[in-house]
């Protein structure tokens, strides 16, 4: 996803001196955010750090696809043997607490020796000082590397020299869904978070699914990340599905930053109390007719059905600009203006 800014605009302010910035919720500590966003030609080059602190990734046969709102090039697609990211290490990428955020979706589980799934990871091995990670595994279940079980696959974390922490029975991961996952660590707590997004049920609230009190020293390393796969040769843990976004912030978030994170990217949000106003659109929907106000001199307009289809597009340089949407069925429609600089998205329901 690219920065959305959902009924209001943010504009992203780097701190100097603690190399991070403010999510689009208002949210700070922010130190990377991979959207996996592509132009309109739907091709991806490297992989850009949206956050402005410079964690860019390589890509290696990261495909463009549809993100969890089916909306074209909003999101990475991984083919479960080659495609993945390095961001080569910063300052920043260590820190002694860590909150990993990932919107994904598996097409199919890694059945190779341990059948591993890897969203993200910093260094190699596992148990070094400074790698922490998120992905998905069936080891949990099954206790064994020979042993495959992808109907109990679950969410796993690493965590510095503790090596991993796994959520109990249940909260297993189905394919083909899109799934909003967190894994906070501290010096003595570990949280899981795991949220299905669905188009129809939006999730009230977001507490942990898991919690493992303990001794946990990150520490730091000067190893990269990966994105998509293991740095281990031996265990790879290809990831063979799509990313929309993945974050990761320097200090623990509590439940109710990662809840706005969770209502941001599913794309409604109930309440804009923790949102930071850019104000560089105002736009309003009266009698089927999308006026849009702002100082801008060059912009784009497009509108979208829930499904993802563009419906309709239009380039202006007026500070004024409407269209009419009385020719379409009663519905509920996207909003996207974007400029060089940001991205609106909004909702409108048309009568």
């Known amino acids: 996803m690219k920065n959305l800014f959902l009924y209001t605009l943010l504009l992203l302010i780097p701190n100097a001196l603690l190399s991070q910035t403010n999510y689009p919720t208002g949210t700070n500590g922010c130190v990377a955010r991979w959207t996996f966003d592509a132009p309109e030609g ?3 080059t490297t992989i850009v750090d949206a956050s402005s602190n410079n964690n860019d990734g390589t890509n290696n046969f990261i495909t463009s696809v ?3 709102r089916s909306l074209p090039n909003k999101a990475g697609g991984f083919n479960g043997s080659t495609s993945w990211s390095e961001v080569q290490n910063n300052s920043n990428l260590n820190s002694n607490e860590i909150t990993m955020i990932c919107l994904a979706k598996m097409d199919s589980f890694n059945s190779a020796l341990c059948q591993g799934n890897q969203f993200i990871s910093k260094g190699y091995p596992y148990n070094i000082s400074g790698n922490y990670g998120m992905g998905l595994g069936d080891n949990y279940y099954d206790g064994s590397c020979t042993v495959f079980s992808p109907n109990y696959t679950q969410l796993i974390g690493q965590n510095g020299a503790g090596a991993y922490s796994s959520t109990p029975t249940g909260n297993y991961i189905s394919l083909n869904k899109w799934y909003f996952f967190a894994i906070t660590i501290n010096s003595n707590t ?3 978070y795991q949220i299905e997004m669905d188009t129809l049920n939006k999730a009230m609230s977001a507490s942990p699914i898991f919690s493992l009190s303990g001794v946990n020293n990150l520490g730091s390393n000067t190893q990269s990340i990966s994105i998509g796969k293991h740095l281990n040769p031996q265990y790879p843990y290809w990831i063979n599905g799509s990313i929309d976004e993945l974050i990761l912030f320097n200090r623990v978030l509590n439940d109710n930053e990662i809840y706005g994170i969770y209502e941001y990217l599913y794309g409604a949000p109930t309440s804009t109390n923790n949102y930071v106003s850019q104000n560089n659109y105002n736009v309003n929907n009266i ?3 999308l006026s849009v106000q702002t100082n801008s001199l060059n912009y784009q307009i497009k509108i ?7 419906l309709t597009k239009k380039e202006s340089c007026y500070k004024n600009e409407s269209i009419y949407l009385g020719n379409y069925p009663p519905q509920l ?3 996207e203006i974007s400029d060089e600089k940001t991205i609106l998205t909004k909702k409108i329901l048309i009568h």
């Open 333 to 335: 429609l996207i909003v």
């Open 190 to 192: 570990i949280k899981h």
């Open 66 to 68: 549809p993100g969890w």
């Open 304 to 310: 979208y059905n829930l499904s993802g289809l563009l």
């Open 287 to 289: 009698s089927n007719k």
């Open 42 to 44: 739907g091709t991806l």
